[in-house]
Structures are given as C-alpha cells and as structure tokens.
C-alpha cells in the first residue's frame, strides 16, 4: 500500500525551512528518502532503519518514528538546488522493495 | 561508488512492435533489481521485481505477457515492452539494492523514455 505524503507541494523563498511527511499503514522496515528533478532518475538522500532513527545530512536530516509508521525529512535554509519532488519509499520486509509515495513537490524561489 | 546503467534512455517505435531495454549494474552483483514505471508528475510504479535465476515478480495489475522480465545474469535484467501501444508511453526505470536486504541504498538507473506512436 502506497505511503501517503504530505504537503503535496511547498513554494519557500531561499533560505526558509520545510517539512515534508510520509505516513504508512504498514509497519516498516525501513524509510528511503529520494529527490529527482525534471527529466532525470531520483537521487538518494538517505536511509532511516527501524528503531526510531535520525539521520542528517547537510541541511537536510530525517526521522523516522517506528511505532507511527511516520518520517519526516526537514530541510533547513533551502537553496534554489533543493526544487524537485521529494519521494519517501516505504520497505516492509527488509528485500529493498520500495513502495514510494505519491510525491511532494518542492520549489524553491530567489 | 555503484553505479547502475540503463539502455536506451529514449525510444521511440511504431505500435505493435516490441522494445527490449536494459539495465546493468556495473560494479556490484544484483541478484534482485525492481523495475518502476513512472507517468509525468506522478510517482514511480513498482512493477516487478526481477530474480536472478528465478522467474520475476509481479505486482498486482502488471500484465506479465505484456511486460517480459528477465534477468539473465548477477548484473543484467531486461524488461522487454511486448506489441507496444501508445498506452505503453511512459518513463521506465530499474534499480538495483546496494547490499543484502533493505538496509542499503536503492540505486537507479538513468531511465528509459518510452514513446510508442
């Protein structure tokens, strides 16, 4: 069952802060975060395993919370490279199988 | 680091004829690679999962007569578009895991541009 995301799409001005949400009702194994830009294949941003993790990278980090089957990935002091869409990708039996969600879509203005 | 190469990145063809695309990982073994499907603004599809030595796995929906998996060694999978319509159009891309289970990164391909006129 595909992860629900949430806002759909976000506008920021260049240094504003975002949450993007991803929300399952499965238990999972694990959350996948990815970005792709227009025309081309996603890009990994990183990976949170069960067991409540946090992870960050650069100005981006993410959380994963277990027993809500919620992540979130925050993006701090947006630069115009952050625009793209945002998809989480859900594993519930721990093969690599990701179920991705519908997708955010993130623009990022001067 | 990983890298994993997909062939043709566009393609155009006439209805009803069949195109092959491939998906290689170039510097690890694959045993399992998943192919995606992908409409404008929309979200990736998984399709199948393809096995190596095995037959692929399909999702609930797929036409496996219409869409042929087969992944002929530890770094090779091919997804071959039977009698394409224009139905068929779409971005289609694979991915190969990094690693055992799910605890690694899932790398893509750079895709594939289907067009069927």
């Known amino acids: 069952q595909q992860p629900v995301q949430s806002p759909q799409a976000v506008i920021l001005r260049e240094g504003e802060d975002a949450v993007i949400n991803c929300s399952s009702s499965?238990?999972?194994?694990?959350v996948h975060w990815y970005r792709q830009k227009h025309g081309e294949a996603p890009v990994f941003l990183m990976i949170?395993?069960?067991?409540?993790e946090q992870k960050g990278h650069e100005k981006i980090s993410a959380s994963f919370n277990e027993k809500k089957q919620q992540s979130s990935l925050y993006l701090t002091a947006s630069q115009l490279s952050y625009s793209g869409t945002y998809f989480c990708?859900?594993?519930?039996?721990?093969?690599?199988?990701?179920?991705f969600g519908q997708g955010t879509t993130l623009q990022v203005k001067p | 680091g990983a890298v994993v190469s997909q062939h043709p990145s566009r393609v155009i063809c006439k209805s009803g004829t069949s195109v092959k695309i491939e998906c290689r990982s170039l510097?690890?073994?694959?045993?399992?690679m998943f192919w995606y499907r992908q409409f404008p603004k929309k979200s990736l599809m998984l399709m199948a999962t393809?096995?190596?030595?095995?037959?692929?796995t399909y999702e609930q929906g797929v036409e496996k007569d219409k869409f042929l998996i087969n992944h002929a060694s530890l770094t090779l999978s091919t997804l071959t578009v039977t009698s394409a319509h224009p139905e068929d159009s779409s971005f289609y891309i694979c991915?190969?895991?990094w690693g055992a289970g799910g605890t690694g990164e899932l790398f893509f391909g750079e895709g594939s541009r289907l067009t069927v006129l």
């Open positions: 991915s190969a895991p």
């Open positions: 510097d690890f073994q694959a045993t399992t």
């Open positions: 499965k238990a999972l194994y694990s």
């Open positions: 990708g859900t594993d519930r039996d721990n093969t690599g199988k990701l179920i």
């Open positions: 393809s096995n190596e030595g095995s037959k692929a």
């Open positions: 949170l395993l069960k067991g409540g």
